[in-house]
């Protein structure tokens, strides 16, 4: 074989090797890229799990707070208690705020309710309940006025009872709007309410228990509004008159 032959051989070889080694360059520059593609990709995808757990734990902490919030002084029926919880008598009132009956019957025993409670006779146990609402021209006025006692009672329970009297004694007519939000904040005022407890109301924070209250009082039987226990009974005698509620609570006393 000449020398020429030679030469052009080595460089035929030469050139071979140099682009094996460019194409197994370029190979391991693709796959090194596509690791890193993929590497972006696999922390873009974590980052975007983490921020949507972290989102959803935040809306589940979230719902869980307001669902959670409950009356300091609530029962575990859903009723707001107030008194001796040893009185000899237990009380049981369910009401609407925007009932026109329970407005008669707390008209006629509001006074004799606030003295056996304080006399230590009764222990009183208001159901704030929410089933009027569609009877307020879609304002929810028995949800808020429910929601503005249950707050009440969380903050202020020595002002519950003057409040919800309050609210009774300038009850709207059923079917109407019912009253405002700031009608409502002044009867609370005007009952010894304080300021910062009465801005709370806006917040609506019991909403969900009045909710909650409402459709498990219901689940129990009870089939309408204003509905009387005492000690677990219903009494049957008259709501509406001054004396007859009286008279048999203090008969459950002596039992």
Not at 177 to 187: F, K, V
Request: net charge negative.
């Amino acid at each position: 074989m000449s020398t020429q032959t030679r030469t052009k051989s080595r460089e035929l070889r030469d050139a071979r090797a140099a682009t094996e080694r460019r194409r197994k360059k370029r190979g391991r520059a693709i796959v090194a890229g596509g690791g890193v593609i993929i590497g972006c990709l696999l922390v873009a995808i974590v980052i975007s799990l983490i921020n949507a757990a972290g989102s959803g734990n935040s809306r589940t902490a979230a719902a869980s707070q307001g669902e959670g919030a409950t009356p300091a002084i609530a029962t575990a029926g859903g009723a707001l208690a107030v008194g001796d919880a040893a009185a000899p008598v237990k009380l049981e009132v369910y009401l609407d705020y925007m009932c026109p009956f329970c407005g008669r019957f707390e008209r006629a025993n509001s006074g004799e309710l606030d003295r056996l409670v304080a006399d230590g006779t009764v222990r009183l146990e208001l159901y704030p309940l929410s089933f009027l609402d569609r009877m307020s021209n879609g304002t929810d006025y028995s949800t808020r006025a429910a929601n503005a006692v249950a707050t009440v009672a969380d903050h202020a329970p020595g002002k519950l009872l003057a409040f919800n009297t309050a609210l009774f004694a300038h009850q709207p007519a059923e079917g109407g709007d019912g009253l405002s939000d700031d009608e409502i904040a002044e009867l609370a005022r005007d009952a010894g309410v304080p300021q910062d407890v009465v801005n709370l109301f806006a917040g609506r924070v019991f909403q969900p228990w009045v909710e909650a209250s409402t459709a498990a009082v219901f689940q129990t039987g009870i089939q309408g509004t204003p509905t009387v226990k005492i000690n677990g009974e219903v009494f049957t005698g008259d709501l509406y008159t001054t004396g007859p509620l009286t008279a048999a609570v203090t008969a459950a006393e002596g039992e």
